[in-house]
């Protein structure tokens, strides 16, 4: 089955570190961009940031910019999203997706762009 599995995540305290995996199961990152996405129960799945596979072009939603950093590890057929200088807001439910992706197009951002899902991990930083 083609999917995407995630792993990571947990509590920690504010200023703290953690790392995301995300591995793709049944196909190549090839060809995608991987988006990372948050959710908060009671507001809309928010978009972090994503990564272009082809050329490992990455961008960031800005309040997180300059503290989480996607990576890929195409041999591995892994992302990764490290995130630094965590604070209580970035507590959230995080989920990584894959959406086809043609070198030089704009990143995907929106939920309809990706078809493939992890299932989602849980993150929460205290205070």
């Known amino acids: 089955e083609d999917q995407l599995v995630q792993s990571g995540g947990g509590l920690v305290q504010a200023g703290g570190s953690l790392r995301l995996s995300c591995e793709a199961s049944?196909?190549?990152?090839?060809?995608?961009?991987i988006g990372w996405f948050r959710h908060v129960i009671g507001k809309e799945r928010e978009w972090v940031g994503g990564m272009a596979i082809s050329d490992g072009s990455t961008d960031y939603e800005d309040s997180v910019k300059g503290r989480f950093i996607i990576s890929a590890d195409n041999a591995k057929n892994m992302v990764y999203l490290q995130m630094n200088s965590l604070k209580p807001e970035d507590t959230a439910v995080y989920y990584c997706?894959?959406?086809?992706?043609?070198?030089?197009?704009?990143?995907?951002?929106?939920?309809?762009?990706?078809?493939?899902w992890g299932q989602g991990t849980q993150v929460t930083v205290s205070s």
């Open positions: 049944g196909f190549s990152l090839d060809g995608y961009a």
């Open positions: 997706a894959a959406g086809v992706h043609w070198r030089g197009d704009p990143l995907p951002v929106l939920l309809f762009e990706f078809g493939y």
